[in-house]
């Protein structure tokens, strides 16, 4: 076999798709060609590489779902209208939005958890600023060239929040901007990043004395968290979406 | 043996099948929508399903179910997405921490699969994830034999080439 030959075959080859006699005819080409052996080893290491790639498997109420809707049309399977087909297209996106909203609600609450988790660790680490300024015209270049959106640093002074400064950080395995913000004794964290699809566009909750409010501005998400009392955090929620 | 019923035949597929439907859209959301889709379909061919291959048989709906969406979602031809080779997410996280994430082997392979057209993406997957036969494969994309073999072929060059040549044995010792 020549080198063209047995480049046409390789895949075939190593996915074991070959005959025997042909299997043989590549193997002798390959004791002595260092060229092709080459070809082999690459798409064998490529393949190894390939295998450590992560597996989704079905969410579980969703193949609950499915076979409970199955098994309930299994029962009436001799009613083959289109109303049949309808109803099951129904059944069948019922249980997505359901679905949906129970991973959405799942997922801001997991959010909600870390955005005050960091808020806590923020507050008690030195790292707390990276730059340190009530200039918004300081701060909001500083992220430039830091991050892949450009957040929103407004000057809410008038409305009795001052800019303390901001950082960059993670969140839940996001880069968010976080800025922090002063009423009196207390500080107010507010986190930025892209905004994905998964988490309630809008929401407050108050979890172990620590108030949470986040929305979505055009598209980034906005979570600003504090121990101030919640209505001082819908003021400054408010002030902050007003500036904008 | 003795029940063929979709419980029996499907259900133990759905797994494999929502890995198929993420891998063709990137994105748990589609991928569930794609997998609810499908499964009404398969629901409703069931009685025509010849059993000797439920699994294929799945995948040809789930693929079917995914690129009538695409042609539907796009006016654009729906075979190939030549133009997708750039990373669809931009990743220029400035922290050490991230670029440390970025450069982790798996990460990068799975984005240089789905940098893939879709055509090169769904053979890669049905091969080594799958474990799908050539003639299995054949099956589901509705493509020759000699097909299934160049665009597999041509998707590990492509990705070998991603991946740098170079770099690829020496990253698995």
């Not at chain 1, 798409?43 to 992560?54: D, G, I, K």
């Not at chain 1, 901001?166 to 922090?180: E, F, H, K, Q, S």
């Not at chain 1, 101030?228 to 500036?243: E, G, H, I, Q, T």
């Not at chain 2, 057209?117 to 091969?127: A, G, H, K, N, S």
Request: aromatic residues 6%.
């Amino acid at each position: 076999m020549t080198c063209h030959e047995v480049t046409t075959v390789i895949d075939a080859y190593l996915d074991g798709e070959l005959d025997a006699d042909q299997t043989a005819n590549v193997a002798r080409h390959l004791d002595t060609c260092a060229s092709c052996r080459r070809h082999v080893e690459e798409r064998e290491a490529l393949s190894v590489l390939l295998r450590r790639l992560p597996y989704y498997d079905a969410p579980p109420q969703l193949k609950t779902a499915i076979g409970r809707t199955g098994r309930s049309l299994s029962a009436r399977r001799r009613v083959r209208t289109w109303m049949a087909a309808a109803a099951t297209i129904l059944i069948a996106a019922g249980t997505v939005g359901g679905l949906r909203s129970v991973r959405s609600s799942q997922e801001t609450s997991a959010t909600a958890d870390a955005v005050i988790a960091r808020h806590v660790e923020a507050l008690a680490s030195s790292s707390l600023i990276q730059v340190a300024s009530s200039d918004q015209h300081t701060v909001k270049p500083w992220f430039q060239g830091k991050l892949d959106f450009s957040p929103p640093v407004p000057d809410l002074t008038s409305a009795g929040f001052e800019l303390v400064g901001g950082r960059i950080d993670r969140i839940g395995g996001r880069t968010a901007a976080a800025l922090v913000y002063k009423r009196r004794q207390h500080m107010i964290h507010v986190f930025v990043w892209p905004a994905s699809g998964n988490v309630r566009a809008s929401d407050a909750r108050t979890i172990r004395g620590f108030h949470e409010r986040h929305w979505t501005s055009g598209d980034l998400s906005v979570w600003a968290v504090s121990d101030v009392n919640d209505d001082d955090l819908k003021m400054f929620a408010a002030a902050y979406m007003a500036s904008r | 043996m003795s029940q063929h019923t979709f419980e029996t035949v499907v259900v133990p597929h759905l797994d494999a099948a929502h890995n198929y439907a993420r891998w063709l859209t990137r994105n748990d959301a589609d991928a569930e929508d794609v997998l609810q889709d499908a499964a009404v379909r398969a629901f409703r061919f069931f009685s025509s399903l010849r059993a000797d291959n439920p699994r294929a048989w799945l995948f040809t709906i789930v693929r079917n179910t995914w690129y009538a969406r695409v042609a539907q979602r796009e006016a654009r031809p729906h075979v190939t997405e030549y133009d997708e080779m750039a990373d669809p997410r931009p990743n220029h996280h400035p922290d050490p921490e991230a670029q440390l994430l970025r450069q982790q082997t798996v990460d990068r392979v799975r984005r240089a699969v789905e940098s893939l057209p879709l055509d090169f993406r769904e053979v890669i997957v049905l091969r080594e994830l799958e474990g799908l036969s050539y003639k299995e494969i054949a099956e589901v994309i509705g493509a020759p034999i000699g097909t299934v073999m160049s665009r597999l072929s041509r998707a590990r060059e492509r990705l070998i080439d991603l991946l740098g040549p170079a770099a690829l044995p020496g990253e698995v010792r």
